[in-house]
């Protein structure tokens, strides 16, 4: 049996968990639904990591067919706190071990004791009072920390008793694995924190619309809905809505090896595979006179700096976009910010052209004053990137992102 086809009939095990977490918990069942669950005997329990641009929960099967229906439920909401809590991406502490454990006190306060699997560490509580390590240094603190602190906090406090900070530096602890967390380059983690943050943000969209939060309790609820609401800066988010549009590339290498693997002109050779990330974005500029030379070159000077593996095309629009006007631009080279239209603002032409041409595109950013009427619906990923002091005058749709741009104290 081939590796998909065994991955394919091992997760045919959590089906049931996943089935059941859809009625008993719709919030984390969202949450998983962007998440590529699979199988593998390469880490000793269960984890999240990113692999080529992607979240993947890898599940040890002889761990997960040892748990109880109770643990698997306590398992898949402790890797959701993870993603959501951006622990494996943003959030780096050094010591990692001691961030490991820290982050583990963080969400395993919300999750009940009796849904976690042995070895869950749990503020104010023993951890596994039955072992050999109950009355050790660590253990001792972690029993007389308060529940419901951040992973920053537990972090502090750990690091302030140098006997259980060496304790936690040296070894890992908790049910789950958190190796390769360090291993991200700063693409991937912008890259996949991206991503998680918009299937962050339609979770709680959904349960709110529903009502349905299962077992999240409202303190919580309120922290998450802070951490998709705060007002973020407006290159964040641009860069965000840049990764979120990326897509996994796969190129066949080859290298001289000393096996007999003979090619006809280059002797014996083996492929191998280089991976990386590319996108192509559609920017298209209102020519309206609110959108000025000033405004053009702030947001030019932060394309400028995505462009490393994005290829940008502008497009001038007004009442119709001006294909004449088709610029593409790669890394080291910066369009013009001329003027070839003057007429009136129409959203719905750009929508009609980004569709047009959604085999070319990944994605497309429309730089405007936002007045003008609301388009129909887009096939492709949009971002509404709004000058200074202005606002869209209607409401995005679901998967749009909105960037409001701001004048800084350095008038940049």
């Not at 997760?11 to 089935?19: F, I, V």
């Not at 302030?160 to 958190?178: I, L, M, Y």
């Not at 492929?271 to 053009?296: C, F, H, N, P």
């Not at 013009?336 to 719905?348: N, V």
Request: proline fraction near 5%; charge should be neutral; include cysteine.
């Amino acid at each position: 049996m081939g590796q998909a086809a065994r991955r394919i009939e091992n997760n045919k095990d959590l089906s049931p968990h996943l089935l059941r977490m859809m009625f008993d918990e719709p919030f984390f069942a969202r949450i998983l639904r962007g998440v590529n669950i699979e199988f593998g005997s390469d880490v000793p329990t269960a984890g999240v990591m990113v692999k080529d641009g992607d979240v993947h929960m890898i599940c040890n099967p002889d761990f997960v067919s040892s748990l109880s229906d109770d643990h698997v439920k306590g398992l898949l909401k402790h890797e959701c706190f993870h993603l959501a809590f951006e622990h494996c991406t943003s959030r780096k502490l050094e010591p990692h071990n001691v961030a490991n454990i820290a982050a583990d006190l963080a969400i395993n306060s919300d999750i009940p004791e009796s849904e976690l699997p042995d070895g869950g560490l749990v503020p104010g509580k023993v951890p596994d009072p039955d072992s050999p390590g109950a009355d050790s240094p660590l253990a001792k603190l972690i029993a007389t920390l308060p529940k419901h602190e951040s992973q920053e906090w537990y972090f502090a406090q750990i690091m302030q008793d140098e006997e259980a900070k060496e304790q936690a530096k040296g070894e890992g602890n908790g049910f789950d694995d958190h190796g390769g967390w360090g291993e991200m380059s700063d693409e991937e983690k912008e890259l996949v924190k991206g991503k998680m943050r918009e299937v962050l943000k339609d979770a709680i969209k959904e349960a709110d619309r529903t009502g349905k939060w299962g077992s999240v309790g409202g303190s919580m609820r309120s922290k998450l809905r802070e951490m998709v609401s705060n007002e973020v800066d407006w290159r964040a988010i641009l860069k965000q809505f840049c990764g979120f549009s990326k897509r996994g590339t796969r190129t066949t290498t080859w290298s001289n090896v000393n096996v007999v693997h003979l090619h006809p002109e280059h002797g014996p050779l083996a492929t191998g595979a280089k991976r990386g990330y590319t996108s192509s974005i559609a920017v298209y500029i209102d020519q309206s006179g609110s959108v000025g030379d000033k405004e053009l070159a702030m947001a030019f000077a932060e394309l400028r700096g995505l462009a490393r593996r994005t290829e940008f095309t502008t497009f001038h629009f007004d009442t119709a976009v001006d294909e004449k006007s088709e610029t593409k631009w790669k890394k080291g080279k910066t369009p013009q910010a001329g003027r070839t239209r003057c007429g009136g603002t129409d959203f719905e032409c750009v929508t009609q052209h980004a569709n047009k041409n959604r085999h070319r595109f990944d994605g497309y950013i429309i730089i405007t004053d936002g007045e003008a009427a609301k388009p129909k619906p887009s096939k492709l990923k949009r971002c509404w990137l709004l000058v200074p002091g202005t606002n869209l005058l209607f409401q995005p749709d679901r998967l749009d992102s909105v960037s409001k741009m701001k004048k800084s104290n350095k008038n940049n």
